[in-house]
């Protein structure tokens, strides 16, 4: 089948698009051609529920119009500066802001392009930092598997998805803890899984391995996102902090996903009581209308490279739009936005509504668990004889087809809608996916 976009049909060919099944798609290609609140619209007219914020990044939903007067004002004023050895005042304005709603003490903000971009500056940073202190030897990394973070080479060397590394060179001197995924004890667990704190406690025998001494940092998801969304086990998060100060490790939380309120704070280390060293941010930052990610330090890993023995060089790393003001500008409106409308503290008060009416699906044909926390959910399926991410794949189409947005990878459909979303429509979205998953086989 292949869509009938009228007049308006694009030339598809160029375009190599990206985690993307290329030819497949092609032949059955998806087109969205606008978007406004909590719809998309395809190039065909019809309206689609957005179930995902886009890529987990719509936080505000879309259309924001105090967002695009923002941009275009600061286009017109000052549309690029250097931040090497120059600034602007919005710059240091947006992350000023940014700390104001940050974890305690972590006060400094270092400015990127994306979530990606994010990862590498923070692995970096921790790198630096014990140079900084006299431990230079201390550069092994530790990350999960199942995790995402990004494709950057160190992203992707700390990242634990088979599918992502394969076919690339990753970094030496990188292990990886057992990921918290666990369907015998947890799963159809609402909110925080009960069992699987202990698998913490695999870092000390990483540890045991490498020798303290040459670990920088270990980095994982508070919310393993990409994954499928996994909640991290009660305690779990507590005991890695634990265990990482014991060491003189840094803690690293990849909070691209879960950052800007997705799961009922403004950061994932507020809903859960952890407060990492480092934690990379990137999608909701913006909105997604203009890339942009950040990376927040605390304090006194900033200070320690600012202000450390070899200041003069300090840390020779950064992007030509780090901090761009246009993205700056941006940021600062969707702050407005999360603020005036409280939107952070909105997604907490329908969480439990979300919860419920997720796990109503529990009895539909071929699924295996439900999982959920905050604003994040997913719908696990039995993957279908010899065909392993077929059903997931079915669902995404039909679901398109039904007028509602969802993710599936591999047989897991997540779920990630904006914070603005109502009520009425989280009972649209359960009613239209049950629709969908009732009539898959
Ligand atoms: N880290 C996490 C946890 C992510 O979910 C993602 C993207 N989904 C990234 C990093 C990479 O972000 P980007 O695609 O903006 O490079």
């Not at 969205?32 to 395809?42: D, F, I, P, V």
């Not at 200070?303 to 200041?311: C, R």
Request: aromatic share 8%; charged share 20%.
């Amino acid at each position: 089948m292949s869509a009938d976009f009228g007049d308006n049909r694009p030339d598809l060919a160029a375009w190599w698009m990206p985690f993307t099944a290329n030819r497949q798609f092609k032949a059955d290609p998806r087109l969205l051609a606008a978007a406004s609140g909590m719809y998309y619209r395809t190039v065909e007219g019809q309206e689609v529920l957005d179930g995902t914020s886009g890529l987990w990044c719509v936080n505000a939903g879309h259309g924001r119009a105090e967002i695009a007067d923002a941009v275009r004002q600061q286009l017109m004023t000052l549309d690029f500066a250097p931040s090497f050895q120059m600034g602007h005042p919005i710059g240091f304005e947006f992350a000023q802001r940014l700390t104001k709603i940050a974890p305690a003490g972590m006060d400094r903000v270092f400015f990127t392009n994306s979530g990606s971009e994010s990862v590498d500056t923070a692995l970096k940073i921790a790198m630096a930092y014990h140079r900084a202190r006299g431990e230079g030897q201390r550069t092994k990394l530790i990350g999960r598997e199942k995790g995402y973070h990004g494709v950057g080479f160190g992203g992707l060397s700390v990242g634990g998805l088979v599918n992502n590394r394969r076919t690339f060179v990753t970094l030496p001197g990188v292990d990886h803890l057992p990921s918290t995924y666990d369907l015998t004890r947890n799963a159809f667990s609402r909110g925080l899984p009960a069992h699987g704190v202990e698998k913490a406690d695999a870092l000390e025998g990483l540890i045991a391995l490498h020798g303290p001494e040459t670990i920088a940092a270990v980095i994982v998801e508070p919310v393993a996102g990409s994954a499928g969304v996994l909640p991290p086990p009660v305690g779990y998060l507590a005991r890695l902090r634990e265990i990482c100060d014991r060491h003189g490790i840094l803690l690293i939380f990849d909070e691209v996903i879960t950052g800007f309120g997705r799961v009922g704070a403004p950061f994932a280390s507020q809903a859960f009581g952890v407060t990492p060293d480092l934690m990379t941010t990137a999608k909701g930052l913006t909105n997604g209308v203009i890339p942009m990610g950040a990376v927040f330090v605390k304090r006194g890993v900033h200070d320690a490279i600012v202000q450390g023995p070899e200041a003069a060089i300090e840390f020779f790393h950064g992007y030509t739009y780090s901090g761009h003001p246009v993205a700056c500008a941006a940021g600062l409106a969707v702050l407005d936005i999360y603020a005036r409308e409280d939107l952070f503290a909105r997604g907490a008060a329908i969480a439990p509504l979300w919860e419920a009416a997720l796990h109503s699906l529990h009895a539909q044909p071929h699924v295996i668990d439900i999982r959920n926390v905050g604003l994040m959910g997913a719908v696990e399926l039995s993957p279908r004889e010899g065909a392993p991410g077929a059903r997931g794949y079915e669902v995404l189409v039909k679901a398109l087809a039904a007028g509602l947005l969802v993710r599936a990878t591999g047989d897991i459909i997540a779920l990630s809608p904006p914070l603005i979303i109502s009520e009425a429509q989280v009972g649209a979205l359960v009613e239209i996916l049950g629709g969908v998953l009732a009539g898959i086989d």
